[in-house]
């Protein structure tokens, strides 16, 4: 009895440190400009998006905005830390207030809206496809019923996978288990983002494989804040709808070697038109 | 309570994955604590014959499987025996698949894990009877089987309860790590689901409740074992 007694009082000091942390958050943007500071999660592992260059430097399209963000906000783009985050712990570092906003491939999904704030959204991105050997016949959602797919643990759309398209997913917990498997024959195809399927297709070891399931999705991608926070909301939505205005994400598309997205230029379109 | 926020227990699918995650935990934590018993009662069968080979071979299997890591052992037979060629051909896609399943992985690494442990345990149950024991059974007549089965192994049993029962409780525990090889256990699902929600402590929390009352369900029944198997006078603490 003791030993619950104990682990119910750790649970409930777990939980009101928690409740304490967040209730010290309420107003990002005073905090930031106390600090002189602006902490941003970002990918460093995800080109075009937020990756390692030669040097070392953390780059890549959401980065740039994240800088662009900071010099808005701050005066000057260096008074910026990028902290290096993955899929299944960028909100929780949001919520725990390690960071003060997410420019991290996060896509837009209502689950995620009822416990973030998004920021306007820039991006649209393709949402899963599917990697399968060059021989395989399969070309649609609905024929990978009771197929042993691939997937990564925590993807968001997984229930999807499973609830709606009878997939059976063998999730692992990162992407090289996958690949091994896929190669292994464990699986007869790996659902992943389309975008890095894409780029490990032009690895020579992948040249026998292609995409054989296209995305069913685009999905808008945006900035994550935390909720209820409408000051830096705003000032950071100011300063993403200067940088479309100022054809700055066109610009980074260019130097990250993205294709130019029609949905950007249009942005773009749009922002300049509001602006005058 | 405490603002925790229990709703998505209602979503059928949850419901689905966290029941499919407590019985592939218990599939497996049943499957492999009676390999593991199995494997420690032979291993220390095996060691009473003192055949300098044999007691050879169990010692190595014991330093091998109780010195390593269960989440490497697993991994090792998820990956690497299929490369090292055990495979077969898949029938109906005529496709090299590897012979063994996750969940064939994971309980075999288990099983061996555990039943390293448990030859150590058992063997130590022998090794601490007391030889007057042996001594007066010898004076009454008794042969080397009839002096095992009769008089060594049963108190021999009884000794080495209380270090079994902290061997298949840790064994429950470590079939969380299953995971990792993508069978579809309680931890695989908890993580899912909190991916989903985002909410992280509130599934914790359950699956820690979930953890402990099925645990406690072991303990509790070896527990009653050992009371049940108790001699009068000995080797009860009271």
């Given at each position: 009895?003791?030993?619950?007694?104990?682990?119910?009082?750790?649970?409930?000091?777990?939980?009101?440190?928690?409740?304490?942390?967040?209730?010290?958050?309420?107003?990002?943007?005073?905090?930031?400009?106390?600090?002189?500071?602006?902490?941003?999660?970002?990918?460093?592992?995800?080109?075009?998006?937020?990756?390692?260059?030669?040097?070392?430097?953390?780059?890549?399209?959401?980065?740039?905005?994240?800088?662009?963000?900071?010099?808005?906000?701050?005066?000057?783009?260096?008074?910026?830390?990028?902290?290096?985050?993955?899929?299944?712990?960028?909100?929780?570092?949001?919520?725990?207030?390690?960071?003060?906003?997410?420019?991290?491939?996060?896509?837009?999904?209502?689950?995620?809206?009822?416990?973030?704030?998004?920021?306007?959204?820039?991006?649209?991105?393709?949402?899963?496809?599917?990697?399968?050997?060059?021989?395989?016949?399969?070309?649609?959602?609905?024929?990978?019923?009771?197929?042993?797919?691939?997937?990564?643990?925590?993807?968001?759309?997984?229930?999807?996978?499973?609830?709606?398209?009878?997939?059976?997913?063998?999730?692992?917990?990162?992407?090289?288990?996958?690949?091994?498997?896929?190669?292994?024959?464990?699986?007869?195809?790996?659902?992943?983002?389309?975008?890095?399927?894409?780029?490990?297709?032009?690895?020579?070891?992948?040249?026998?494989?292609?995409?054989?399931?296209?995305?069913?999705?685009?999905?808008?991608?945006?900035?994550?804040?935390?909720?209820?926070?409408?000051?830096?909301?705003?000032?950071?939505?100011?300063?993403?709808?200067?940088?479309?205005?100022?054809?700055?994400?066109?610009?980074?598309?260019?130097?990250?070697?993205?294709?130019?997205?029609?949905?950007?230029?249009?942005?773009?379109?749009?922002?300049?038109?509001?602006?005058? | 309570?405490?603002?925790?926020?229990?709703?998505?227990?209602?979503?059928?699918?949850?419901?689905?994955?966290?029941?499919?995650?407590?019985?592939?935990?218990?599939?497996?934590?049943?499957?492999?604590?009676?390999?593991?018993?199995?494997?420690?009662?032979?291993?220390?069968?095996?060691?009473?014959?003192?055949?300098?080979?044999?007691?050879?071979?169990?010692?190595?299997?014991?330093?091998?499987?109780?010195?390593?890591?269960?989440?490497?052992?697993?991994?090792?037979?998820?990956?690497?025996?299929?490369?090292?060629?055990?495979?077969?051909?898949?029938?109906?896609?005529?496709?090299?698949?590897?012979?063994?399943?996750?969940?064939?992985?994971?309980?075999?690494?288990?099983?061996?894990?555990?039943?390293?442990?448990?030859?150590?345990?058992?063997?130590?149950?022998?090794?601490?009877?007391?030889?007057?024991?042996?001594?007066?059974?010898?004076?009454?007549?008794?042969?080397?089987?009839?002096?095992?089965?009769?008089?060594?192994?049963?108190?021999?049993?009884?000794?080495?309860?209380?270090?079994?029962?902290?061997?298949?409780?840790?064994?429950?525990?470590?079939?969380?790590?299953?995971?990792?090889?993508?069978?579809?256990?309680?931890?695989?699902?908890?993580?899912?689901?909190?991916?989903?929600?985002?909410?992280?402590l509130e599934v914790m929390i359950l699956v820690l409740l979930i953890y402990v009352v099925l645990?406690?369900?072991?303990?509790?029944?070896?527990?009653?074992?050992?009371?049940?198997?108790?001699?009068?006078?000995?080797?009860?603490?009271?």
């Amino acid at each position: 009895m003791t030993g619950f007694k104990r682990m119910m009082g750790v649970s409930a000091l777990a939980l009101a440190a928690f409740l304490v942390g967040s209730a010290a958050l309420a107003g990002t943007l005073e905090n930031v400009k106390a600090r002189g500071k602006l902490v941003v999660g970002v990918k460093n592992d995800y080109a075009p998006y937020g990756y390692l260059n030669d040097k070392g430097d953390v780059v890549g399209f959401e980065v740039s905005l994240a800088k662009y963000v900071a010099k808005e906000l701050l005066g000057s783009e260096d008074k910026i830390e990028l902290v290096p985050v993955v899929a299944s712990n960028r909100i929780e570092f949001l919520t725990a207030g390690r960071i003060d906003a997410i420019f991290a491939t996060l896509g837009v999904t209502a689950e995620r809206t009822k416990v973030i704030d998004f920021t306007t959204e820039y991006v649209s991105a393709a949402g899963p496809s599917v990697l399968m050997a060059k021989e395989a016949t399969i070309s649609k959602w609905e024929e990978l019923k009771g197929k042993s797919i691939c997937g990564i643990q925590g993807s968001y759309y997984n229930k999807k996978m499973t609830e709606e398209f009878g997939i059976n997913l063998v999730a692992f917990k990162t992407q090289p288990e996958a690949y091994r498997a896929l190669k292994d024959n464990r699986c007869i195809g790996f659902v992943f983002d389309d975008m890095t399927l894409q780029q490990k297709l032009k690895e020579p070891d992948w040249a026998s494989y292609k995409i054989a399931v296209a995305p069913y999705e685009l999905l808008p991608m945006a900035g994550g804040l935390r909720k209820g926070d409408t000051e830096f909301h705003e000032a950071v939505d100011k300063a993403i709808g200067k940088a479309e205005a100022e054809g700055k994400l066109i610009a980074w598309e260019t130097e990250f070697g993205m294709p130019h997205s029609d949905y950007i230029a249009a942005r773009a379109k749009a922002a300049v038109a509001k602006k005058n | 309570m405490f603002g925790l926020d229990y709703s998505w227990l209602a979503d059928p699918a949850y419901q689905q994955w966290l029941l499919t995650g407590v019985v592939n935990t218990l599939k497996l934590a049943v499957l492999s604590s009676s390999a593991a018993i199995l494997i420690g009662m032979l291993g220390a069968l095996g060691l009473t014959l003192r055949i300098f080979w044999l007691d050879a071979l169990i010692e190595l299997f014991v330093e091998v499987f109780r010195n390593t890591p269960p989440l490497l052992q697993m991994l090792f037979a998820y990956f690497t025996l299929s490369t090292l060629g055990l495979r077969v051909t898949d029938p109906s896609t005529g496709l090299s698949v590897p012979l063994l399943s996750a969940f064939a992985c994971a309980a075999i690494s288990l099983s061996l894990f555990g039943g390293a442990l448990a030859i150590e345990a058992f063997r130590s149950g022998i090794e601490t009877m007391p030889r007057s024991i042996i001594d007066a059974a010898r004076s009454l007549g008794y042969g080397r089987w009839a002096r095992f089965w009769r008089i060594e192994a049963p108190i021999a049993t009884r000794i080495c309860l209380p270090g079994l029962t902290n061997i298949l409780t840790n064994l429950f525990k470590t079939t969380s790590q299953a995971s990792v090889i993508t069978v579809p256990e309680l931890m695989y699902y908890a993580g899912q689901i909190y991916n989903d929600t985002f909410r992280t402590l509130e599934v914790m929390i359950l699956v820690l409740l979930i953890y402990v009352v099925l645990v406690s369900i072991l303990t509790f029944a070896m527990a009653r074992l050992e009371a049940f198997m108790a001699f009068p006078g000995y080797g009860r603490v009271h």
